[in-house]
């Protein structure tokens, strides 16, 4: 029993480790982030058939393979990125600028990918050769506004007198952008892209992360921001001075007007009251003028004679009559009535 | 050898054969501790906790199988199954431009390189920009759930793209730059900032959408947008105080108008009511001379000769006592010779 058992034992035993290594040599695991490449001495299989569909394994999970005979190559099955280093470039119009780009790739086509370049190493490195090479060629044939602004570019009145520039700068503002930067970027990746599906490679998509002027052309663009700025800064200034004094001249001048208005107003209403007066009195004294200049100089009389006054009075005077005489004859001729009533 | 009975009770098996084992010592310890062993790294392997904030993607042999949420949930163990936690309530940030020191307490804000801020305007001048994205690993909104454990938030989230912050962190900076590069620096400096946020944060949307890995951007804030340096910052500084400058200026003279226009019109008001005044005055005056003038003429009408003698005597009356000097002279005389000086004289108002 004991022996027996003792086999048994052992063979179960041995035949599990068996089971296991089996099991592991005729399958392999793919895990949802690879895809494979299955080879059968170096080349992959169903080639005879030209059939390569056998060869490509992207369903992750267990999958069997024939042990030894057959290599499984992995790769990853995922969304891959490709960042370029930043590059010093040239655009149309001669401005130097940094431009850093940013791409993700996917390796869609594993057995072509794998006869061509073989990991991943080597494809960054083709990535940036073809990236590289084909943002240069675009960015060297396109002006940078065209690079910056998008379609439906477009600029209000308003804005464009906040921004003072020179003649020539304002024509740049308002220019319609050809391109764009999203047809642009999509051009450069759908060129780049042709080139790289040779290589099993889809270029999903290529992006400007950053651009920016190159360090000594950025001090200059502040110099000239700040600048213009400071245009802007007069402008305002001197729009305030200009207003200021128009209201100022305007309101003087309004003065001007009341008051000469005023004046005249003054002066006519004078004058009416004058003539009135003037009627009143002719009026009246019209109708003894005689009376009215008699009196109306005793009244100067005894305004104008006084203190300082030296009278000359002739003895004929009138009031001297009594002194003279006591019955001088009246004004008109006759006799006083006290000498009438005497004879 | 006498064939025996297969009685196989595996009670006696194990004890027999125990016995057997420990009386083997040294080899039956081993094969004792390989068995145990076994039995614990099955065990342990047979299940796995999720967190409350998490999900767990499980894969068999690699192939995801389900998603599960948050508890104690069993597996089959030695490694064929995996467990992948995710954690999909968490809001996770990224930051550009600048970086959040201790973020327990009061935010720090760090200044960081100037190459993730600055950026070209449409107007091709230079700003920088502060902002953050905050996004969940969770399917864009309205989206039904997925039948396929594959195509759930958390396992696109593991399996779709390799570099997931990286990759969310390149097109933040490329929809961000694309969006301000097509604003003037104004613009983005001042009034359209939240316009800015909104754009960048629906095209975030549409982009990770495309890529299928399972995230969703709940916000884009701007921290910051100002021009790049210091001297720069001035100059815009200096552009708002001349604008209020210019505000002040014109304030100034509108109140100089405010005062001095009422002020004239006051004046005008005044001038021409002291001409009606005068107006009423001087007609008034002359009604009344006027009136007296015919009062007095009625009655000298009645009695011409007398009246006008009165009237006469009544001024010499008045006038001849004050007078300076007075002489009379002889109407006879040619050269005039004071024959009679009242001055010194004492008068005979004085005598009364």
Redesign the interface.
């Known amino acids: ?2 022996r027996s ?1 003792q086999v048994k ?1 052992a063979a179960i035993g041995i035949g599990l480790v068996v089971l296991l290594l089996g099991f592991w040599l005729c399958t392999f ?6 895809q494979a490449v299955i080879t059968a001495f170096g080349k992959p299989i169903g080639e005879k058939a030209n059939d390569h569909r056998e060869a490509i394994v992207k ?4 999958h069997f393979k024939l042990p030894f005979i057959r290599e499984v190559h992995r790769f ?6 490709w ?1 370029g280093t930043s590059q010093d470039m040239v655009t149309a119009e001669q401005k130097n600028i940094t431009i850093d780009t ?1 791409a ?1 790739w996917r390796i869609e086509d594993p057995l072509t990918f794998y006869r061509s370049l073989g990991n991943e190493e080597r494809a960054q490195s083709r990535l940036d050769d073809v990236l590289h090479e084909q943002v240069q060629t675009t960015i060297a044939s396109t002006d ?2 065209e690079i ?3 379609k ?2 477009e ?1 209000e009145e308003e ?1 464009l007198k ?2 003072v520039r020179p003649e020539g700068k304002g024509k740049q ?1 308002e220019q319609q952008v050809q391109t764009g ?2 047809e642009l970027v999509e051009n450069m990746r759908s060129e780049a892209a042709k080139t790289l599906q040779d290589f099993g490679v889809t270029l ?2 290529l ?7 190159v360090d000594q052309v ?1 001090q200059r ?2 110099e000239r ?2 600048s213009e ?2 245009r ?6 001197q ?3 200009e ?6 001249a ?3 001048r ?2 001007s007007e ?2 000469a ?3 005249r ?3 006519v ?2 004058g ?3 003539a ?3 009627k ?2 002719n ?3 019209g ?2 003028p005689d ?2 200049a ?2 109306r100089t ?2 100067s ?2 305004k104008a ?13 009138d ?2 009559r009594y002194l003279r005489d006591v019955e001088p004859k009246q ?1 008109d001729g006759t006799a006083s009535p006290s000498a009438a009533s005497n004879e | 050898m006498a064939p ?1 009975d297969f009685d196989f009770d595996i009670g006696e ?1 194990i004890r027999h ?1 125990l016995a ?1 084992l420990t009386r083997r010592a040294r080899g039956g310890l081993i094969v004792l501790a390989v068995v145990v062993l076994v039995l614990l790294i099955g065990a342990l392997s047979s299940y796995y906790t999720v967190p409350a904030d998490s999900q767990a993607v499980v ?6 199988v389900a998603v599960t949420g948050p508890g104690l949930h069993f597996k089959i163990p030695f490694g064929i199954d995996t467990a992948e936690t995710v954690a999909v309530t968490r809001v996770r940030k990224e930051e550009f431009g600048y970086r959040t020191v201790q973020a327990q307490r009061k935010s720090q804000f760090q200044q960081q390189q100037d ?1 993730e801020s ?9 700003i920088e920009v502060e902002w953050a994205v905050q996004y969940r690993v969770a399917r864009p909104e309205g989206q039904a759930n997925p039948t396929d454990p ?1 195509d759930t938030a958390a ?1 696109r989230w ?6 997931q912050q ?2 969310i962190r ?2 933040s ?2 929809v961000m ?2 969006v301000i ?2 604003r ?4 983005a400096l001042t009034r359209e900032r939240a316009k800015v946020q909104q754009q960048v944060k629906a095209e975030m949307r549409r ?1 990770l959408e ?2 299928e ?1 399972g995230v969703y951007i709940t916000a884009v804030n701007l921290q910051q947008v100002r ?3 210091r ?2 910052r001035a ?2 500084n ?2 708002n ?3 209020q ?6 304030n ?3 109140s ?2 405010n005062e ?2 009422p ?3 006051g ?3 005044q ?2 009511a ?3 005044g ?3 005055e ?2 008034n ?3 009344g ?3 007296r ?2 009062a ?2 009625t009655e ?1 009408r009645q009695a011409e ?1 007398i009246t ?1 003698r009165r ?2 005597l ?3 009356d ?2 001849m006592p ?10 006879n005389q040619a050269t ?1 010779l004071p024959l009679l000086n009242l001055d010194g004289v004492p008068s005979l108002k004085d005598n009364r």
């Open positions: 029993m004991q058992m034992l695991r793919l895990n949802e982030t690879e369903q992750a999970g267990l990853d099955k995922r969304v891959l990125a960042d940013t993700r940078l506004t910056v602004r998008s439906g570019w600029i804005d906040q921004v503002l930067r999203k999903l998509d992006r400007i992360k950053r651009i920016n002027y950025q663009v502040f921001m700040i700025r400071q802007i800064a007069t402008k305002f200034r729009e305030g001075k207003q200021a004094q128009r209201i100022r305007e309101a003087d309004e003065v009341i008051k208005d005023a004046r107003e003054s002066e209403i004078r009416e009251a004058d009135k007066a003037t009143v009195y009026a009246a004294y109708k003894a009376f009215y008699f009196m005793l009244e009389y005894q004679l006084g203190k300082e006054s030296v009278l000359m009075l002739s003895t004929d005077s009031y001297f004004d | 025996k098996f054969h057997r894969k068999r042999f690699g192939e995801v190459d600055q950026m070209l305007t449409g107007d091709l001048n230079v594959a396992a593991l399996h779709a793209v390799r570099n990286d990759t390149d097109i900076e490329a730059r694309r590069g097509n003037l620096a104004v613009e982009v495309d890529y890995m021009p790049p340096t001297e720069v100059a815009y200096e552009v105080e001349a604008q400058q210019r505000e002040q200026l014109i100034e003279a509108k100089y108008r001095v226009v002020q004239a019109r004046k005008a008001a001038i021409v002291q001409a009606k005068y107006q009423a001087r007609v005056a002359a009604k001379e006027a009136s003038f015919e007095l003429l000298y000769s006008r009237m006469y009544e001024m010499i008045q006038v004050t007078l300076g000097k007075l002489y009379v002279m002889d109407s005039p």
